[in-house]
Every structure is written in structure tokens, then in C-alpha cells.
């Protein structure tokens, strides 16, 4: 009799565990793992605008027969707005624009390469300090007083507007943050926050005209920059994103190219920068 109710007992307890084993199996399978939960392995590439600020720069031009430095120089960006050229192949240069790629080593950091395109326009007739000397002084309409010049055309045009352009690698960290948001399903709706630390080259194409010289407008290697990021990211549908960043940084380019005569006549400064960036992208695995 014993032995008839521990047979009982035993099978009634296997056929228990059987069921919550069954339970258990089959509420994993309907709760796969989310896309969006890990990002180990995957590439990302992205394209958009940007706006940028500039503090003061001095500028220091050399020559055969010259060298002085123009002293607080203002400088502005060269907006185009909402345009279609952001999309047209052929135009594409034009605006201000960012382009990235890059691969994640594990889920929350990724290393990329990309190509921060802005412009840099000194901005014409303001006055400013200057010191040295240059040929021909007073003829421009430029002469303000000993020691300060206005920035006439006849004087100088100059610019970084095809463009100032950042070649530059990123190493970057991820958060997904959704949870504070309240969101649950981040395959279809997620928000990142994003970090990094970049530096790279400068390989502008300047556009000068000194002192009534020959105008130039070149590609040249002419210096370095590094730069921060802070940014949000919002992924729809787990392949698509906008991601907005302020990024901030230091230029230095001690070789700038201002005239044909590549080994005699250059320029060198350094300044600040402060840049918004609004980018769309996709996020995928090969």
C-alpha cells in the first residue's frame, strides 16, 4: 500500500516538472530576443547637415617679400538649408554635410571613419589688429591706422568653403536609454545616447586671394584636429535611425596653401569649434 502511494506521488511530481519544463520552453519561444538588444557585429552608415560656430582665429600669412598676422579674425559658416542638394549625387559638396561608417566591437562601443564637410567664410570688412609687414601697404583701401587694417576685398578673400574638411576617426560609446522613456518593444521605436572622441586631418580646399595676387582654390593637406561628441539617437524599425550631435573641437593647420607658389606663400591658424549635426542612417549585420 505504501509502495502504491510513493509510485503515485513520484508520478504525479515528474508529470509537474514535465509541465513547467513545457511552460517554461514555450514562453521562450514566444519571446525571441529583441534585434535591438545587442549590437556586437554590426555596421552602421549614416549622412546628414551641419551648422557650425568658430571663435576668433589669428592668421599668420608668409611670403617671399611678406609676413604678418591678422589678429581675432571673425569667421562665419556657409549655410544652405534644406536643399535637395543633399541628395543629388552631383551637388552633394555643396552643402555642409556628414558622412560616417563605422562597426561596433561590442555592444556598446564602436570604432568608425568619416568626413565632417564644413565651410569656413572670414567674414568680410571688419577691422582688426594686425603686426608685421607687407608690400604695397595702404594700396588696398585697407589702412585703418598703424597697427589695425580693414578686410577689403582688395586686400583678402579667404575661406575654407570645399571645404573645411575633417577626416577624421571616432571611437564611440552606446547606451540604449528607452527605459526611461517608458519603452518597451526597441525593435520598433529606440533611443541611444552616444559619446565619442575623434581626431584626424584637415584637408581643406582653400579659396584666397592676397594682396592681389592670383585667386587660389585647392586641396591641400594643411593640419589636424581633434574633436568630442555628445548625441541622441532614435532607431526606427531596427534598421533605421536619425541621430543628432553637438560636437565641439580644436583645428590647427600650420600649412595652408594661399597661392600656385606651393612652397613660398602660406598660412597658419588655429581655432575652436562648435558643430549640430542631423544625420540619417541604417544599422545592420552583413
Request: charged share 20%; hydrophobic share 35%.
Amino acid at each position: 500500500m505504501i509502495i502504491k502511494k510513493m509510485k503515485k506521488i513520484t508520478f504525479l511530481a515528474l508529470a509537474l516538472c514535465y509541465n513547467l519544463l513545457t511552460v517554461a520552453q514555450t514562453n521562450t519561444t514566444t519571446t525571441p530576443e529583441k534585434y535591438t538588444s545587442h549590437n556586437k557585429g554590426k555596421f552602421y552608415i549614416f549622412w546628414g547637415g551641419n551648422r557650425e560656430s568658430y571663435s576668433k582665429s589669428d592668421i599668420r600669412f608668409r611670403g617671399d617679400n611678406y609676413d604678418f598676422t591678422l589678429y581675432n579674425v571673425i569667421a562665419d559658416d556657409k549655410p544652405k538649408g534644406w536643399h535637395v542638394d543633399y541628395v543629388n549625387p552631383k551637388r552633394m559638396t555643396i552643402p555642409q554635410t556628414n558622412f560616417r561608417m563605422g562597426y561596433f566591437l561590442n555592444d556598446h562601443y564602436n570604432i568608425s571613419i568619416g568626413l565632417d564637410h564644413m565651410k569656413y567664410v572670414m567674414r568680410q570688412f571688419e577691422t582688426v589688429n594686425y603686426s608685421g609687414t607687407y608690400p604695397n601697404q595702404g594700396s588696398y583701401g585697407e589702412t585703418i591706422s598703424a597697427n589695425e587694417v580693414l578686410l577689403t576685398e582688395e586686400f583678402l578673400t579667404f575661406e575654407h568653403t570645399d571645404g573645411l574638411n575633417y577626416i577624421n576617426s571616432e571611437f564611440s560609446r552606446v547606451d540604449d536609454i528607452s527605459k526611461i522613456f517608458g519603452i518597451q518593444n526597441t525593435d520598433k521605436f529606440q533611443i541611444n545616447l552616444t559619446e565619442g572622441l575623434g581626431a584626424g586631418i584637415l584637408y581643406p580646399k582653400t579659396n584666397a586671394k592676397l594682396m592681389g595676387m592670383e585667386r587660389h582654390d585647392d586641396f591641400h593637406v594643411a593640419g589636424y584636429g581633434v574633436s568630442g561628441k555628445v548625441g541622441l539617437n532614435f532607431t526606427f524599425f531596427k534598421y533605421f535611425f536619425v541621430q543628432t550631435e553637438l560636437k565641439g573641437g580644436y583645428i590647427n593647420m600650420p600649412n595652408i596653401q594661399t597661392t600656385y607658389r606651393e612652397n613660398i606663400d602660406k598660412a597658419s591658424q588655429d581655432f575652436h569649434f562648435l558643430q549640430t549635426v542631423v544625420a540619417f542612417g541604417g544599422i545592420f549585420r552583413l
